[in-house]
């Protein structure tokens, strides 16, 4: 059934069954590029670039291309069920990326993915054609060419769609490019100011030191919703936490890790989120076991900027207490101190290999002398004449 297509409503999205080969020029290595593809539905408006692979970053930044191509962005963006794009395929209710989704919601678009074996729904015309139309007219005229990187391939595909687009219909006046600036140009969305920047989703739950953990550096939340989880969306710049979709909080990129972004504004008065966990309760619990394991939870609490930054370390140094007891932690705890390595990670590791028990620097290893009248010194062993002496 032949479908028709109003001006700037869809963008159809695919990849080329065919892939391209790329020589490495130090190692000749031969590594093959897939080509992205993307059709306006009113004008055939053809875009295609080749990447590296069909992953989420390279799908999201071949659209923001693409976007930029076609210099704005149609109501609709019709994709196949790409594991890229969609998580999760269905026939009524499919599940996006949440990049993807992030995406269209920067764009003010709507993804609307084809249903699975159904290549209908994508107008074969449009985008199963526009495969078949780049596969003939750009692909198979390269295949001779040897390349060495992927933007050399990108100029020449460029060069080339600029031909294709610019070819005359063979059953209509005008050509895609001149169809394009008739009917499709003038009626797709404005492009935003800036163009999208990839960002990666996760959830994670706001621990009792209100921060949360991303790769390994530390975030603070609002104290008041400690024990929620919150969706955090990060880029490689920026660091942004959501609860039931609004933003809660933003922080600037870290890689220093095990270290913590703090905002003062995050923090319950006095820097106490909850009357029972305080510093003052941490230290009782580290006197009841011993000096030692007080002298470390009190260098803990003063070593950081906010006290409250030390307490998932400190609970986590408690709970090795109940796994290996608490005389075998107070030794532990001395001998860290001894070597300077106060952390929840090298006490584990003392603990765990039993290093515990062995004699510190400056110990001596030899146990005193035993006297008893029984044993005999070293005077017995004397000639009789000297021991008369």
Not at 282 to 306: D, K, Y
């Amino acid at each position: 059934m032949r479908q028709d297509h109003r001006a700037g409503e869809k963008t159809f999205i695919d990849y080329a069954g065919q892939t391209m080969p790329i020589i490495d020029g130090l190692t000749g290595e031969i590594r093959e590029a897939q080509v992205f593809l993307a059709v306006l539905g009113a004008s055939n408006y053809t875009y295609a670039e080749a990447t590296w692979s069909q992953s989420l970053p390279d799908w999201i930044g071949s659209h923001v291309r693409a976007f930029a191509w076609f210099g704005g962005v149609t109501e609709l963006l019709i994709p196949d069920n790409l594991k890229s794009g969609v998580d999760k395929a269905c026939r009524y209710e499919p599940v996006l990326n949440p990049t993807y989704h992030d995406l269209a919601t920067h764009y003010q678009t709507t993804v609307l993915p084809a249903r699975v074996r159904k290549p209908k729904d994508k107008a074969k015309a449009k985008a199963e054609a526009g495969v078949l139309l780049v596969g003939r007219w750009i692909l198979a005229r390269l295949r001779h060419h040897r390349f060495i990187s992927l933007d050399e391939l990108n100029r020449e595909i460029r060069r080339l769609l600029e031909i294709l687009n610019h070819r005359p219909f063979q059953k209509l006046a005008g050509s895609r490019r001149s169809l394009y600036e008739s009917i499709d140009r003038p009626a797709l969305r404005p492009l935003p100011e800036r163009a999208y920047q990839f960002a990666e989703w996760k959830k994670a739950k706001v621990n009792i030191d209100y921060h949360i953990e991303l790769a390994g550096h530390y975030y603070s939340i609002p104290h008041a919703l400690v024990g929620r989880v919150v969706e955090v969306r990060y880029t490689g710049n920026t660091v942004e936490c959501l609860c039931k979709g609004q933003r809660v909080a933003s922080h600037p990129r870290s890689c220093q890790k095990g270290k913590h972004s703090t905002i003062k504004e995050h923090m319950p008065p006095n820097h106490r989120f909850y009357a029972e966990w305080s510093p003052e309760r941490f230290l009782r619990w580290a006197t009841r076991i011993g000096p030692a394991m007080s002298e470390v939870t009190q260098r803990l609490l003063t070593g950081r900027q906010h006290p409250q930054q030390a307490y998932r370390s400190l609970l986590g140094i408690f709970r090795l207490g109940k796994s290996y007891s608490e005389p075998r932690l107070e030794a532990a705890c001395r001998r860290a101190l001894a070597y300077e390595t106060l952390s929840y990670r090298s006490l584990e590791s003392i603990l765990k290999n039993g290093l515990e028990s062995r004699p510190l620097p400056g110990e001596s290893k030899e146990s005193p002398p035993v006297q008893h009248r029984n044993i005999r010194g070293a005077d017995y062993f004397q000639p009789r004449e000297e021991r008369s002496c």
